[in-house]
């Protein structure tokens, strides 16, 4: 008997486990047979019901210009069973419900605007970024930019397991930097001049850390560079420009991830000059790639745990003297109360 007041949906992807190849369409005119694991390495991804997919875009940062979003929106007004695109947690925009049979269609009109389709599976993913230093007040380096180079240059790269680059322009890490395979922050070392400094007092009051404290009888700062975290308040809040930027550039985080077992990811660089951002992505892909031959599909941060002492030796040639001192391997965060069996 069926209760009329719950509605009881089939999952087709019990179905489609039987179905593991469609002929599909993905240029005009010319069709190829899938299984469905390369859908979804391409960016698209099946869904629950029946034949139907989400089609993720590729969105770098998640700046959309408006002659594309524009377009999306037409052809996901086209080719959506639903009204509605969903905006990833990765900033991706999403077309769901997509019948497979229209994904030349879809392709070719997202295309008259250069909008191109994301890729999932075991590969460089498309890298998330905030909006940097261009407009926001925080903003310490430019990271929309790198975003994009970041995405030029090594997008799709193939990997053992998914491979997440994020940046945040400062220390807020709106993008979570801590919790991606490679993570890139801004950050900025203050530098006081003392013969221009009139005691105001005012870069105690705007540092959140406690790092500067000021003297009580001149108002001269004292810095505890152990709590600074390079977020360049203090030369922002002084009056006087008696705080200058002395050392610019990268925190470099590796081995973070979020997920049902996340793990934070380890400091390896302070102050990386953003021209060697590049060279710093290709060894720690080279090296995962390298260290995780025949592993199956495992993350970089699981690697780490037990080769950190390799790595370590491997990339600090590359980071010069950004290098951090003996950096701590990436950690397990415990979410799971009941469950330690896999903290090991």
């Given amino acids: 008997m069926k209760d009329k ?60 210009p408006v002659e594309k979003l524009k377009k999306i929106a037409e052809a996901a007004s086209k080719y959506s069973k639903r009204d509605y695109v969903h905006i990833s947690v990765r900033q991706s925009i999403e077309i769901p419900y997509v019948d ?63 491979f997440k680059i994020s940046l945040s322009g400062c220390p807020i890490d709106c993008f979570r930097t801590n919790e991606m395979d490679l993570g890139f922050q801004g950050a900025v070392e203050p530098i006081w001049d003392e013969d221009t400094c ?76 953003e021209e060697k951002m590049g060279k710093v992505i290709e060894k720690v892909l080279e090296w995962y790639n390298k260290e995780g031959k025949d592993k199956g599909r495992v993350r970089i941060g699981d690697i780490l745990r037990d080769k950190w002492t390799g790595f370590v030796d491997f990339i600090k040639p590359v980071l010069g003297d950004c290098a951090v001192k003996n950096p701590k391997k990436p950690e397990y965060i415990k979410i799971h109360s009941f469950q330690t069996g896999w903290m090991l």
Avoid at 125 to 147: F, H, I, M, W
Avoid at 200 to 222: H, L
């Fill in 5 to 64: 007041n719950i509605d009881i949906r089939y999952d087709h992807n019990l179905e489609e486990q039987k179905k593991s190849k469609l002929e599909i369409e993905m240029k005009r005119g010319k069709k190829e047979v899938f299984n469905l694991d390369q859908l979804k390495s391409g960016g698209y991804i099946r869904q629950r019901q029946k034949d139907l997919f989400t089609v993720r875009l590729r969105c770098p940062g998640g700046r959309v």
């Fill in 100 to 162: 497979y049979k229209d994904f030349s269609q879809l392709s070719d009109e997202l295309g008259e605007v250069g909008q191109k389709i994301a890729s999932c599976g075991p590969r460089v993913r498309v890298p998330t970024a905030c909006s940097g230093c261009e407009y926001n007040p925080n903003g310490l380096v430019d990271v929309q930019k790198l975003c994009q180079e970041i995405d030029q240059k090594y997008f799709g790269i193939q990997c053992n397991h998914k």
């Fill in 198 to 273: 009139t005691g105001c007092r005012i870069c105690g009051y705007a540092c959140r850390e406690g790092a500067i404290t000021n003297d009580v009888q001149t108002g001269k700062p004292v810095i505890d560079r152990s709590k600074c975290l390079y977020c360049a308040d203090c030369i922002r809040a002084c009056p006087a420009n008696s705080w200058k930027e002395g050392r610019k550039g990268l925190v470099v985080r590796v081995g973070g991830r979020h997920g049902r077992h996340p793990m934070n990811g380890a400091v390896i660089a302070v102050f990386l000059p």
